[in-house]
């Protein structure tokens, strides 16, 4: 494996290796990838530990393309009205983000029936936290407190718009009950705030705060899953509790709308694939990334009730904030 | 804290390839971080992919060391063609360039490597012994301790305007007005964006800054080179290493400075940047002779770049200790981490406490490396200032170029650097300074964000501030600062006016 610097696309880091003689992929020996964030972050950690397997699965090279801004949906925007619907270019794609982007925003013009839904990979489900001292042991602790006090209680999020944003939402609207939210500019600043004490609470993800979690210094109090995760199996879900919220931040790849029916299923089978790979499998673990593989129609559908979930939200709360 | 990961950590480092990682990382380092508008985090950006396939001690020593050589290179440039090469050396063009075209170049760059060594190998040491020690206390900044900074620093606009206070202001004021171009954090609302997707994430202070500082000084560039004009400055002809006694009096300062750096960098979201103009703001408030400043003063050169490479220890403080990033660069650190299936946050200092102290022994070992390397490299860079004005001026314009299109892939920031290119040449033609706009420009986000969610935290009480003793005490200190900036001297306001219109560009 050898890594080669671009100078004349200084971020785009392509990956050079000798093709192999049985390329399964038909369309093209070369598969540009759209990300909508900067370079190191999620979605290039899932880049990297997704590429190595496709690339030997499909036979082709990737080509990490990096427009971060607008929360991405420049990067989104570019994949469904700017690139050739031939299957050689995907973007990284996540949800809810994606919806929520142009749920919010008028301006954002692309939405998901422009796209061909690939895989999802990975779902960072939703978690609460508090400081390790709060007062609140249990997450009905925290209820309970803010039926005492409405409006008073302080919950961080990674913004408005993110999953966590509309977790909080969610909650509210399936307790009846009245939080404080407070933004922050992403997951990271959000749990910091957590363990500063700042805030009552952080609706977060797993992934984000699984470290400090390790180390006590952060304290969860409840997931936003179906079952409860084998990684935190002392953590309860909300559903369990009696509330039916479940979030969390998906990522996955799509391609525009439109690509040929031929590569559309050879990409669906390599990702299938995946979800039998061992190797893979444990490099996710060692991540701490929970594999959620989710292909095609399927993908679609997903995308589809996450836009219909999260279009009443903002339609009910679009005027408060 | 294991003391034989301490051990584990210097051995690794020692390693001949490891070692020489570091060499060729501060050296890559110096000559990115030397062109105008490629910045530290840029660097590091650039050479992240490379490391992918070196194991985690290797890349992350390499990286570090990258950021060390750069947090300097910006130095070279900024004293030998007035252009800040990193936004950290912004302020060393104020005190750097004047030295370089009184033929000290050569004791400028001295100066400056000299600085940027102490502050580095003192973040370094700052950075192994109070790690675990250091990340409670940056647990205590929330939002309302963060708007209280943001305060400080934007006082320090007032000092930063050189000839008119008013014009000053003015730059100061449209930085914070730019500032507010994008989502508003709290309600999502695109502002000042007319529709243009480009804008929804704000205008990037970098590419703002690269425009400001650069395109102006290629078009005086040109101008000069149109008349043709034979260059005067930017020659090395004395000599780089620095005379002791120089080093002597410069000694509290550094010390100073250097406490600046690895404090600012500490506190997340602040980098070199602010900590340069921090350091050199102290460095004149306690400046016997403060007239000095901005015409070739030591203290004014050293201040900002021990600062500026103090940041790095500091900023990493956090990075280590919490998985926060204290600046951008190291939140490309961050990145590479998670690249190399290292989870950031507490347990870096246990579980991963071997690749870790490999990094914080790589940062003090950088520090010597850029010693010696500055003093090989720093020569050679007089080649630059012997180029003919009109191709430093293209070479600035085309690295002005690639550089702003690197920070997002995106054209748009090319357009948007132009801009603020032109803008910034029509503020220096009519006598404004584009430092004041920079700071603006920086804090403005900061100080909005964080009022805002101190407000919801508070409960819309503004007696949140006064609460927490930390916000209290800094808000006090702006106050002290703004009041002391007022005329309360008249002869010294009269004396530092006159200076200032004999200095104004």
């Known amino acids: 494996m050898k890594y080669k610097l671009l100078p004349a696309s200084l971020l785009a880091a392509v990956t050079v290796i000798p093709l192999s003689a049985n390329a399964e992929y038909s369309v093209s020996d070369e598969i540009r990838v759209l990300q909508g964030f900067q370079a190191g972050g999620g979605s290039d950690a899932l880049a990297q530990l997704v590429h190595p397997h496709l690339r030997e699965s499909l036979g082709v090279n990737f080509i990490n393309e990096y427009i971060p801004g607008a929360t991405g949906?420049?990067?989104?925007?570019?994949?469904?009205?700017?690139?050739?619907?031939?299957?050689?270019v995907v973007s990284i794609t996540n949800t809810p983000m994606l919806m929520t982007n142009y749920i919010i925003n008028d301006a954002i013009s692309y939405s998901i029936e422009e796209l061909t839904p690939i895989a999802n990979v990975v779902t960072d489900p939703?978690?609460?936290?508090?400081?390790?001292?709060?007062?609140?042991?249990?997450?009905?602790?925290?209820?309970?407190?803010?039926?005492?006090?409405?409006?008073?209680?302080?919950?961080?999020?990674?913004?408005?718009?993110?999953?966590?944003?509309?977790?909080?939402?969610?909650?509210?609207?399936?307790?009846g009950l009245d939080f404080e939210l407070?933004?922050?500019?992403?997951?990271?600043?959000?749990?910091?705030?957590?363990?500063?004490?700042?805030?009552?609470?952080?609706?977060n993800n797993v992934g984000i705060v699984y470290g400090h979690l390790q180390a006590n210094s952060l304290r969860p109090l409840a997931v936003f899953t179906e079952e409860r995760l084998p990684m935190l199996p002392d953590v309860p879900t909300l559903k369990e509790v009696g509330y039916d919220v479940i979030n969390g931040s998906s990522r996955g790849y799509s391609a525009p709308a439109g690509i040929p029916d031929e590569a559309r299923d050879q990409l669906i089978a390599a990702f299938e694939e995946l979800a039998n790979n061992e190797q893979f499998l444990q490099q996710a673990e060692d991540r701490a990334f929970y594999i959620d593989i989710v292909t095609g129609d399927d993908y679609m559908e997903m995308m589809q009730n996450m836009e219909r979930t999260f279009g009443d939200i903002w339609a009910e709360v679009e005027d408060d904030v | 804290m294991d003391p034989s990961l301490l051990l584990v950590g210097i051995t690794n480092v020692l390693s001949w390839s490891n070692l020489l990682l570091i060499l060729g990382g501060t050296l890559m380092g110096m000559f990115v971080g030397a062109m105008p508008g490629l910045s530290a985090t840029m660097a590091l950006a650039l050479l992240l992919p490379i490391t992918f396939s070196l194991d985690p001690a290797s890349g992350l020593s390499m990286l570090a060391s990258l950021y060390v050589g750069a947090s300097y290179g910006g130095s070279i440039a900024a004293i030998l063609l007035n252009t800040p090469g990193t936004p950290s050396a912004a302020a060393t063009v104020l005190d750097g360039y004047p030295l370089s075209q009184q033929g000290k170049a050569g004791k400028a760059l001295g100066i400056s490597l000299f600085s940027s060594f102490c502050g580095g190998l003192m973040s370094g040491i700052a950075l192994l012994v109070a790690a675990p020690l250091l990340g409670i206390i940056v647990l205590k900044f929330g939002p309302v301790e963060l708007f209280a900074i943001a305060v400080l620093g934007i006082t320090i606009i007032g000092s930063l305007s050189q000839g008119s206070v008013i014009s000053g202001l003015l730059s100061g004021g449209l930085g914070l007005l730019v500032s507010t171009v994008g989502m508003d954090l709290i309600t999502g609302t695109p502002r000042m964006t007319f529709g243009e997707i480009n804008l929804f994430s704000g205008i990037s202070f970098t590419v703002a800054l690269i425009g400001l500082f650069s395109i102006p000084q290629a078009l005086l560039l040109i101008e000069k080179a149109g008349?043709?004009?034979?260059k005067v400055a930017s020659k090395v002809t004395d000599r780089i290493i620095p005379h002791w006694v120089d080093i002597k009096a410069l000694m509290p300062n550094i010390g100073r400075s250097g406490a600046i750096g690895i404090l600012t960098g500490l506190i997340p979201g602040t980098g070199g940047d602010t900590a340069s103009w921090f350091a050199y703001n102290e460095a004149k408030r306690f400046a016997k002779d403060k007239s000095r400043f901005g015409k070739g003063d030591l203290a004014g050169l050293s201040a900002p770049e021990t600062a500026n490479n103090a940041v790095v220890g500091g900023a990493l403080i956090p990075t280590i200790a919490l998985g926060i990033p204290g600046s951008s660069s190291t939140a490309i650190l961050l990145g590479a981490l998670m690249v190399h299936g290292i989870l950031p946050g507490p347990n870096l200092l246990t579980e991963h406490g071997d690749v870790t102290y490999t990094l914080i022994w790589a940062v003090i070992l950088a520090n010597f490396a850029l010693l010696a390397v500055g003093l090989l490299f720093t020569r050679m860079c007089v080649g630059v200032t012997k180029v003919p004005d009109g191709f430093v001026a293209t070479a600035i314009i085309i690295l002005c170029v690639v550089g702003s299109f690197a920070i997002n892939n995106s054209f748009f920031d090319v357009a948007l650097?132009?801009?603020?290119?032109?803008?910034?040449?029509?503020?220096?033609?009519?006598?404004?300074?584009?430092?004041?706009?920079?700071?603006?420009?920086?804090?403005?986000?900061v100080m909005e964000t964080s009022y805002q969610q101190s407000m919801l935290i508070g409960g819309n009480n503004p007696m949140v501030f006064v609460n927490s003793p930390i916000a209290l005490t800094l808000l006090l200190l702006a106050l002290f600062s703004v009041l002391q900036a007022t005329p309360l001297f008249g002869t010294l306001r009269k004396r530092l006016k006159k200076q200032s219109h004999q200095q104004a560009r």
């Open chain 1, 126 to 175: 939703g978690i609460i936290v508090v400081h390790p001292d709060s007062p609140y042991e249990t997450v009905e602790d925290l209820f309970a407190a803010a039926e005492e006090n409405p409006g008073r209680i302080t919950i961080g999020n990674s913004g408005v718009g993110g999953d966590d944003y509309f977790s909080t939402i969610m909650v509210e609207r399936a307790t």
């Open chain 2, 227 to 230: 008349l043709g004009e034979k």
């Open chain 1, 73 to 88: 949906a420049i990067a989104w925007t570019r994949l469904t009205h700017q690139s050739p619907k031939d299957g050689t």
């Open chain 1, 182 to 203: 407070v933004p922050f500019a992403g997951d990271g600043p959000s749990a910091t705030a957590a363990m500063g004490g700042q805030i009552d609470a952080s609706f």
């Open chain 2, 417 to 445: 650097m132009f801009g603020f290119g032109l803008f910034g040449y029509w503020m220096i033609k009519a006598g404004m300074a584009p430092a004041p706009m920079v700071v603006g420009l920086i804090l403005g986000p």
